[in-house]
């Protein structure tokens, strides 16, 4: 894996959320667990059109590719 074009909070922001530091946790926090079968495109709580941002950005291998991979991780359980 490459080192990130964008920081993780520059993708926040591109998805429309609060980026600061407290947006971020507060984010992470509703949101968490993501369930281990469900794709980060797929969760129930993007708007059809980040869905389709995060969705390309993986399958495009884009300059997002690696913090949208970030953030799909940041959003499961630990170890899983």
Same mark, same amino acid.
């Given at each position: 894996? &490459? ?8 993708l926040v922001?591109q *998805? ?9 946790? &507060? ?24 869905a389709?941002f995060?969705?390309?950005s *993986? *399958?495009?291998? /884009?300059?997002?590719?690696v913090?949208?991979?970030q *953030? /799909?991780?940041?959003?499961r359980?630990?170890?899983k």
């Amino acid at each position: 894996m &490459h080192n990130p074009i964008h920081p993780f909070n520059g993708l926040v922001a591109q *998805l429309g959320l609060p980026c600061d530091e407290n947006g971020i946790r &507060h984010f992470l926090a509703t949101h968490t667990p993501l369930a281990a079968g469900v794709d980060l495109p797929d969760a129930i709580f993007w708007p059809p059109s980040t869905a389709t941002f995060l969705r390309e950005s *993986l *399958l495009e291998d /884009s300059d997002w590719a690696v913090v949208v991979d970030q *953030l /799909s991780a940041s959003l499961r359980p630990l170890g899983k």
